[in-house]
């Protein structure tokens, strides 16, 4: 079981941290300057969460590693975020489409999360669950704004929804990890969250004037360390410093 | 004539003008100016810390600079809100950054090369800065000294992170300190020249005379050293300049030549990263205008739907 | 009728046909398709092995690796050239595969996850590629045989490197060694579904009597994993299929089931990269327009200069 | 005198291995198949160059670093490349400004080295003088078929060569062991090689109707270590495996 606990926290580190740190790359190319405050807030909330999830974790696996051990000096197989965190952010649509679709998905998580068994992922859930409903308030306005702004807007938002929609299968499938820690009262099985997540998601895609795309086959799965080409370039970027003085402290 | 006594009469008392107040045209305009370049560099500011987010060495830090650019950020907001109630619009300001025609503060036109750099910049450059806006804390116009207020304060929070930064590194191994004495090299001279050009080569008589600019650049900068040696003290680095020395009978540090040349070249479009700075902020401006105009389409259609509903 | 029968006869005896010959237009159909195709192969080949160059992890494996996706570059321009003598411009065979119409290798949908997947393509799939590819020498298309001796050369030199690759790191650390098994694991199947489905589940005759397609997808992709089989063991790695075993019966290795569903799948469009490499392919496209245009303007600018001087 | 040989050659390796790192970015990207080949054929050169003067250089530091240890495993201030070569690519027209602006340098200075005392230098140079020689007239072709060409392609590749402009300063103001080693038959101090660059180079500006800019007082100082923001991100790239797997062989 403790293996399967583990996994589901650094699951939820990961996708915290690659989509903090995808959300970083943004500082000072923003739209409008709000935006950039915006978009530099959540990835301040998704870093803070990111570094409450891998301490917890770190004391989870028991081998002494910390948060930055973690973070910075694992390979591309060991973590374990969803390949949506990491896709690249492209335009300012598709960077607020993924931010709408996953901080949906955080919110039910989060909620479900603060009834866990294990304390201390409750109180991080508690702590995290109002960041992720003021990222989805924010991000489902602008998905309704930009949906339903201009001919342009509709299309290059359109075209975000249909890019990232495969990937959302990954967070909804069954899963072994999930499973387990399910039945061990720890947290829900994400595949349980689908009702839930359609039910808060599709009313703004309508609003939005969006249409949802159909489901395909595509599964990816970064939750098993099986990532995109995009991850290992991030990667690069991420763990630049600790790579290059190790054992340093900054 | 009889405002014009009045205005005078308030600035002397040491009040302030509020955005209702009659003011001269001249004292507006160098106020939007001033304002909005000092908005522009904020905003501009964002890029040379923003380059170290992505490969920042730990999450703490990570978090801490993001924390910081959005501060800046956030400075820019009410700076630029505090130059509007002068009558002049943001959108307007902001592309007179674009163009070229506003200036923004020269130091950002030097490039963050090492982590490093990024607690010096928190060290020396919001040090600097921070001297010269306190006094602005006090300056005659209202909406601007409340808005220098709010950015002292977190400016100061900033220094005191960018001074932990290196003290973290001077406290760690050899190639640490030695990024940290290479940073200082490079900033030292840069952030002295923040206060600008010496008093006898400054023309500041009405600023001064309407309660904007209340201490001449020269003690400002004079200010600047003698605090920032005790600190490179504590830290265990060298600032890069020989003739920096105590001076017992004027009870300060003396301090060497400043090459104006460079400064003036920097001011005038040749430093690293003039030519990049702008590009990028123009970039991310155009880059954006689907999602502006996205906005103001939206806001329209609602506008409209609202009214038929009524 | 009199041409169906020398067409016929040609083929019969072994002979070429060129592009001047009559031909069926089926054939040239078929040609074209297929041509086109491979081309297409070796154009969006370049981006798995392309997403390493910048990241090879020596100068010596970086400039192999610039070479290889040069030739892939190259492979790509002459089978175009050899599609054109069929009727078809370049520029008309490109933009189908923009748009999704015309399909290229489904392989090249997998991606390059670490530096010994770059091994790993040389080793298993142009491993298969040339397996495939060696019949196609004896095309009975005169310019398409041609093009596929000068292909199939390089791509065993790029083969042979990209075993070397692997034997290097087999003989590295634990970390090294890991690496490549993971990679073996992620592109055996992928590779071996290279050939196509079997042969009962495939229609072939036409272009198997046109002597396009000599040898079976079931043939070719046994001969494949014969060969492989031998490699492995010498590479120290295992191939992920625990119903590989030989079969001195039949004096060939049984394999398992291939999963069929994910072929499929990769090939209707819903592989790992089906949409990145597509969308990164017409980036660079239109990012290119102007340049194509600039070099047409100046070409028509050029002609008319020459024509007045004349 | 050694010190100023081994930093003179430095700096030929590290404008090969930078440049050659940055053209092979283009990998899938040109506007033309042609042109993806004849960059990937540039980069090809330039690493060949830079594998051959790195080499070289060990040797004449004599602390025992091959070629990669040298590529791979510098802090950014060590590198001694010209701030040029460190430029992001931009446009197909700022690569082509560059390679022509650089090449033209390349053929002057392997045409004089290839005369070198330094018998293992004057090799590598007379090798490198054919590559550069033809990486001079593919671009020179392409500056004036884009200069020349249409009002966008115009516009763009004089934004390019204003871009770049500035940063050819650096290749010819005085330096020290540029100096030293003229002085000892090395090879030329670069500044001596400006009359004949711009002679080479002003007339092909000229055919592609593009208008010379003015100098300014800004230099660069690359070959001193000092660098752009640019390179610290070429080099989380370019060092990534190596610092994430020390002592690897490859």
Known sequence: ?250 | PEYVAQFNARIDAGGFIEPKDWMPEAYRRTLVRQISQHAHSEIVGMLPEGNWITRAPSLKRKAILLAKVQDEGGHGLYLYAAAETLGVSRDELYEALLSGKAKYSSIFNYPTLTWADIGVVGWLVDGAAIMNQIPLCKCSYGPYARAMIRVCKEESFHQRQGFDLLLTMMKGTAEQREMVQDAVNRWWWPSIMMFGPHDHDSVHTETARWGIKRISNDDLRQKFVDATVKQAEVLGVTLPDPALKWNAERGHHDFGTIDWDEFWNVVGGHGQCNVDRLAERKRAWEEGAWVREAALAYAEKQAAREQRAA
Chains 1, 4 share one sequence.
């Not at chain 1, 301040?44 to 051990?69: C, P």
């Not at chain 1, 829900?188 to 969250?193: F, G, M, Q, R, V």
Request: aromatic content about 8%.
């Open chain 1, 1 to 250: 079981m403790s293996q399967q606990h583990l996994e589901y926290v650094l699951r939820l580190g990961d996708n915290a941290l690659i989509l903090g740190q995808r959300l970083s790359e943004w500082c000072g190319r923003a739209p409008v300057i709000e935006e950039d405050l915006a978009l530099a807030n959540m990835a301040l909330d998704l870093i803070g969460q990111a570094r409450l999830l891998l301490t917890h974790a770190g004391k989870l696996e028991g081998k002494g590693r910390d948060e930055d051990q973690l973070a910075f000096l694992r390979v591309e197989r060991d973590y374990r975020n969803l390949t949506l965190t990491e896709l690249p952010n492209h335009d300012f649509g598709r960077t607020t489409v993924r931010n709408f679709l996953f901080s949906a998905f955080q919110v039910l998580l989060w909620e479900r999360l603060a009834r866990s068994t294990d304390t201390e992922l409750a109180a991080i859930a508690a702590k995290s669950l109002k960041e992720a409903r003021y990222h989805l308030n924010h991000s489902a306005e602008w998905v309704i704004r930009l949906g339903d702004g201009t001919a342009e807007s509709q299309l290059r938002t359109q075209a975000a929804l249909d890019y990232l929609w495969p990937y959302m299968a990954e967070l909804f499938s069954a899963d072994a990890a999930d499973a387990a820690v399910a039945a061990a009262g720890i947290g829900p099985a994400w595949s349980e969250l689908e009702a839930a997540w359609q039910a808060s998601v599709l009313p703004v895609l309508e609003e939005a004037t969006l249409t949802v795309p159909a489901n395909t086959p595509f599964r990816s799965q970064g939750r098993l360390g099986r990532h995109s080409e995009h991850m290992g370039h991030l990667l690069a970027t991420l763990q630049h410093m600790q790579r290059t003085y190790p054992g340093a402290q900054w």
